[in-house]
C-alpha cells in the first residue's frame, strides 16, 4: 500500500512562488504516473501536471505551462515530486492534491485513472 502526503502550501501574494511536495511511504515503485491535481469550490478537480517518474516524461494543463514545473526531488527521487509554481495568479488559489498510479500504462498523462491521493494543500493567492 502507498500512502502520500503533500506540503508547502500556504498563502502568498500574486506573482509569488510556491514549492509543493509530495511524499510516498510504503511500497513505492521505483517508477510511477504522479500527477498534481486541483480543485476549488466552483471548478472541479483537475489536473495541471503528471509525470512519469521512470522516464521523467511530463504533461501540463495548458493553464498552467510555463509557470509551473513537476520534477522528482533529487534530494529523494523515488518517493517525493515537486511542484514548483511561479509568477501565481489569483486563480490559481484551491487545494491541490498529489496523486499516483503504479503498475503498467500506455500514457502517463491526466486521464489516466490514479488509485492512490494525498489529502490536500491549500494554496490561496492573493491580489
Known amino acids: 500500500q502507498v500512502r502520500l502526503m503533500e506540503s508547502g502550501g500556504g498563502s502568498v501574494q500574486a506573482g509569488g512562488s510556491l514549492r509543493l511536495s509530495c511524499v510516498a511511504s510504503g511500497f513505492v515503485d521505483a517508477r510511477r504516473c504522479v500527477a498534481w491535481f486541483r480543485q476549488t469550490q466552483e471548478k472541479e478537480r483537475e489536473a495541471i501536471a503528471t509525470?512519469?517518474?521512470?522516464?521523467?516524461?511530463?504533461?501540463?494543463h495548458s493553464a498552467i505551462e510555463g509557470r509551473f514545473t513537476i520534477a522528482r526531488d533529487n534530494a529523494n527521487p523515488k518517493t517525493t515530486v515537486y511542484l514548483q509554481m511561479n509568477s501565481l495568479k489569483t486563480d490559481d488559489t484551491a487545494t491541490y492534491y498529489c496523486a499516483s498510479y503504479q503498475g503498467t500504462w500506455l500514457r502517463c498523462g491526466p486521464s489516466l485513472t490514479f488509485d492512490t491521493w494525498g489529502p490536500g494543500t491549500q494554496v490561496t493567492v492573493s491580489s
Open positions: 509525470i512519469d517518474t521512470g522516464l521523467d516524461y511530463t504533461e501540463y
